[in-house]
């Protein structure tokens, strides 16, 4: 917008040159009316005045015949007045009576002619007649500045030049800048500047002030007598682009304006200036009209959202890393740092599908501590924590870092080997036993029984794989403990016993159900209802500890699978009774438990597992039988799974509670329990059950739980992306979401500022962004808040140390 341009020639010289001209014009004038004295006439009447004194000197010597002095004053005469070429006296008939020098060179006169500059005659007179005359011949080539010195209009006009000049313009200078231009500018303009939202300014060629408005006025803090001739960056300008001067030089109109900020004391305020030239008549420029926009509270918005954006960049990064943090824990064991069961299961099923597909090897192995109940009884829980801890650790210590180690129930483990063949797994589950083994404990000495099976032993999917090792488990189990059984070399009277040994009513189902469909089945459940997830999460952990025992690994798994998707139908309920926070009504009810009918009907539609399916679809069923439901099986009809799940599910619906009850305890269920065995459950399950919880430590997943806590990271982390991207959309159905979800998790601080953010969005037209991002700013504080407290009490009120995975031996040479 702003470059310089040759400097032009300031008002006030071009007055002082008009001025100089005017009085040369003038001296000039007064010459040519001799009010000034010509030089060339006084020359002449110097000359004659000489040529006078030689005459009357002539006379008077050549009367007494005084010839020799006569020649000598002519001589004299010539020698003082260098400027003499030659002279002669001449008489009246021609005849000359004295001449010095070459005479008839130098006179060029003619008879009766007027004397001139050079030629100069004064007649000698005898009474009333002129006898002779004295001719004097003059020099007259001195030179063009010796010739100009002698007019005194000259020196004159170059004095005046010289000191007039400079004169001139100093004063003009001082005059103009204390004359009031506004004066010159009629009273409507200066009126329509005045009431200009701007502060405008009109500068000169040099940038001096020539005009201000009020709102300038006001904007500096000064007067026009302050201001007026004063050159504009004199003021304590602070901002963009140029040099002083340089910036309020315009190219064209088309330029971008500039920042710039003005101090006054410790007030600080930011202008957006625009300038354009001011052209004359004739294209020339004539000065600088600036427009003046007082930004200050759009620039300090700015600094606040600029401020903002980076706190919500900063939160965002936190919680994204809090989210890691929490996905991790979602992921691992508690006690021993080990994969769960979940993400187990969910890993394993992409090995699989790998190994499949580029023909790899695969193998696992499970392992389960020796009389591990006994260590419990005889040396208390705590010790047995420690026995799983340091069997966890010892286990991950002999695991690469692609093998995946997973706690898998009470005592028992998993490892699952990729591209490692039986015979190698056989090896690390070897190397592992007499790790175990060597384990150094107080009292009392642990070992472990291994089941190994591979991809190529023959099973058709991953849960057949982990039955092949859990079958060679129990066999080693039954073959005296502390050793290593393969499918390959388990005896099949011995496959058969185990078969034999589960309960019977589970009839074996080849289709697989894989892990990252009934993963991604749960995900949209929590999205949709993140305490039915967490509930659901609740009910599966329970049910794996209650199968154990009962079921083979397949088995537990078909089951786990069903329990974690058993209420998947409230996915086809209304958010608003299925997010409702209150008590539902008896018609809310009937539409809830059309869930009861949508559940089996999606896991049948996405799975090819009737066992799965049936479990989920005939949970409900009373062990009693219904009248209302005669088509319904009853008794041990009911598959064992379903009959699991019906307890589980009911036992932890009353020992959590829910935001319009609190729960009971645990004793208080087991009545409840037995009181309905025989109608509603199972007695013996409802007893084994009770058996089971009795010693199980379960890991209670209440509203505010690991499900909950991530889905409000989740969300809280796309409600920023959303804000990034000005979503406004997005934002309201974020904001609506996370509203319901923090009313239903019952954490009122949440669900409170979400609903301000929902209020202030509610109007498209009047919506305070800025206060939208100061509230999302506090919503991700108050996110990060809730994680780290759920963190601290995952791993501190439970009295659990984190269990960081052990770095990996390179065992791959081993193999």
């Known amino acids: 917008m702003f470059v310089r341009k040759g400097r032009p020639v300031s008002v006030a010289s071009r007055l002082a040159l008009k001025f100089l001209l005017l009085s040369t014009f003038t001296l000039t004038l007064a010459s040519l009316f001799d009010i000034i004295p010509s030089p060339k006439h006084a020359e002449i009447r110097r000359k004659a ?83 002779a005359a004295v001719e004097v011949s003059f020099a007259h080539d001195k030179g063009l500045f010796a010739t100009l010195t002698e007019y005194p209009l000259v020196i004159l006009g170059v004095f005046m030049v010289c000191v007039n000049g400079p004169l001139f313009r100093m004063y003009l200078s001082r005059t103009f800048k204390y004359l009031d231009p506004a004066r010159s500018v009629p009273l409507h303009v200066r009126s329509t500047l005045d009431t200009f939202a ?36 004199e003021l304590p300008w602070e901002g963009e682009a140029g040099s002083p001067g340089v910036r309020w030089q315009v190219v064209d109109s088309s330029s971008d304006g500039i920042r710039m900020q ?91 599908a ?89 009292k009392l000495s642990v070992t472990a029984s291994f089941g190994v099976s591979s991809i190529d032993l023959g099973a058709a999917d991953p849960q057949e794989l982990l039955d092949q090792a859990d079958k060679c488990l129990y066999i080693a189990k039954r073959g005296g403990r502390n050793q290593v059984v ?71 798994y078909v089951l786990e699978t069903a329990a974690l998707l058993h209420d998947i139908g409230k996915i086809g309920v209304p958010d608003a ?66 009959r699991i799940v019906s307890i589980a599910d009911a036992y932890d619906a009353m020992v959590s509670g829910s935001v319009y009850r609190t729960g009971c305890p645990p004793e208080e269920a087991f009545k409840e329990l037995r009181r309905c065995s025989g109608s509603q459950f199972d007695p013996e399950l409802v007893e084994h059950f009770i058996s089971v919880m009795e010693h199980y430590e379960s890991i209670l997943l209440p509203v505010t739980s690991k499900q909950v806590v991530l889905q409000f990271g989740l969300q809280i982390e796309r409600l920023a992306e959303a804000v990034d991207d000005q979503d406004e959309v997005g934002i309201r159905a974020l904001v609506a979401r ?30 305070d962004w800025l206060a939208v991002l100061t509230m999302v700013d506090e919503l991700m504080t108050l996110c990060r808040s809730t994680q780290k407290s759920y963190a601290d009490r995952r791993f501190c009120d439970e009295g659990v140390q984190r269990i960081e995975p052990c770095p990996p031996e390179k065992n791959s040479a081993d193999r």
């Open 354 to 442: 790998g190994a499949k597909r580029h023909h790899h090897a695969l193998s696992c192995f499970m392992l389960d501590i020796d009389h591990f109940k006994s260590v419990n009884d005889n040396h208390g829980h705590s010790t047995g924590d420690e026995v799983l801890r340091r069997v966890a650790q010892t286990i991950q210590e002999t695991a690469r870092e692609s093998d995946v180690v997973c706690r898998f129930g009470g005592e028992e483990f998993c490892m699952l080997l990729p591209e490692t063949d039986t015979e190698s797994a056989q090896q690390v589950a070897e190397r592992a036993r007499r790790a175990v083994e060597e384990l150094e404990f107080e």
């Open 49 to 131: 005045v000489i040529c006078e004194s030689l005459a009357v000197t002539s006379s008077l010597l050549v009367q007494h015949q005084h010839d020799e002095t006569l020649q000598k004053m002519f001589a004299a005469t010539i020698s003082r007045y260098p400027e003499i070429l030659s002279a002669c006296i001449r008489k009246q008939d021609g005849a000359v009576l004295l001449q010095i020098g070459d005479h008839d060179q130098h006179w060029h006169l003619e008879p009766n002619a007027p004397s001139t500059r050079e030629n100069c005659y004064v007649p000698i007179k005898n009474g009333e007649q002129t006898w």
């Open 262 to 352: 003005l101090a006054r004391g410790d007030n600080r305020r930011t202008y957006f200036v625009n300038a354009s030239a001011i052209m004359g008549d004739d294209g020339e420029r004539r000065g600088t009209i600036a427009s003046f926009d007082d930004i200050t509270p759009l620039e300090e918005q700015r600094e606040v959202l600029s401020s903002t954006l980076t706190a919500l960049k900063s939160s965002r990064d936190e919680l994204t890393k809090q989210n890691g943090e929490l996905q991790y824990l979602a992921t691992r064991d508690p006690l021993t740092g080990c994969l769960n069961r979940r993400m187990f299961f969910e890993l394993f099923d992409k090995q699989w």
């Open 198 to 233: 701007e502060g405008v300014v009109v500068l000169d060629n040099d940038q001096k002030i020539v005009l201000a408005n009020d709102k300038f006025r006001n904007y500096v803090g000064k007067t026009d007598h302050e201001l007026l001739g004063h050159h504009i960056d």
């Open 738 to 767: 996370l509203e319901t979800t923090a009313a239903h998790g019952g954490i009122r601080e949440i669900e409170t500022v979400a609903a301000d953010i929902r209020k202030e969005t509610d109007d498209e037209h009047d919506c």
């Open 577 to 642: 009774i299925l997010l409702k926070p209150g008590a539902l009504t008896p018609e809310e009810w009937e539409v809830m438990r059309l869930h009861d009918r949508i559940g089996p009907e999606i896991l049948e539609a996405s799975f090819s597992n009737q066992q799965f399916v049936d479990i989920v679809r005939f949970r409900d069923a009373a062990y009693g039988g219904s009248a209302d439901a005669p088509n319904i099986p009853k008794g041990r009809d009911i598959p064992i799974g379903a």
């Open 486 to 556: 393969r499918w390959d070399e388990a005896p099949d009277t011995a496959r058969d016993e185990r078969e034999n040994a589960e309960v019977s009513g589970v009839s074996p189902n080849d289709s697989s159900i894989p892990y990252p469909a009934v993963a991604s089945l749960l995900s949209a459940l929590a999205y949709r209802d993140a305490a039915t997830a967490a509930h659901s999460t609740r009910v599966a952990e329970i049910c794996v500890a209650t199968a154990s025992g009962l079921l083979s690994s397949k088995q537990t």
